[in-house]
């Protein structure tokens, strides 16, 4: 039951993923502008899709959860509804903001995540001139960043899946009973999360060339793990609501 349910989250995890990114694509391609991933940039997000996401939920303990559940009609398909719309609502989500974020450094140049989310640029992008500008490498590995870092909560989310916990509730019993935090996590997981998240500092900060970004700011580095941390925080608190409930 433990193996079935890592394997459905996998399976959330790289479908929401993927239909956001075929999105943008298609996206680019309609409105005739140059898709803000490149083929590079594609490949670390594919690294992190396919190989670490695996890893990761391959690796998580059995959740005690799984023992009170029905046995499994053997006729029932892997994605159910529930499933279904999960991956179309969350990748809807991630493809809206990430097609409306693209836009917006098309039309107002940024130099900083402080300058996007500035009143003056948001001024400038419902009131400006819209002379459409080409991404500079700033705007490039901001936009890249934020997708990455949106997949990387969303990994938190997928984690929750089908279980009682919540990371709210984990927070909470680090304190209270530290027994469970540590029957929902383990090493191996917390190390690829750290791989992934250092990893995509390091790419963006050393190889800015090869994957056609400019290195960021400390403080964009907090503004983006700010803005993007919704993705977690908003379904953590609709858990832990009917967790409590």
Known sequence: RSLYLNIRRFIIFQMTINLCACLIVLFGA???????L??????WVNLIMDTFAAMALSSLPPDRCVLNERPRDPKSHIIDRKMLWRIVLMGLTFFAI????????????IASVSDMISLECVNEFFTGDRGVSTMTGVEMGIYFSIFVLMQFWNL????????NRSLILDVVDLFRAPHMVKESYNNMYLAILAVILGGQIAIVTFAGQFFSVAPLAFADWLWICLI??????????CRFIKRVK
């Open 30 to 36: 309609f409105i005739g502008y140059d898709s803000p």
């Open 38 to 43: 490149t083929v590079t940039q594609m490949l």
């Open 98 to 109: 990430l097609a409306i974020l693209w836009q917006y450094m098309h039309y107002v140049d």
């Open 156 to 163: 938190f989310n997928v984690k929750y899946f089908r279980t």
């Open 228 to 237: 993007t941390m919704p993705v977690l925080l908003i379904p953590d608190v």
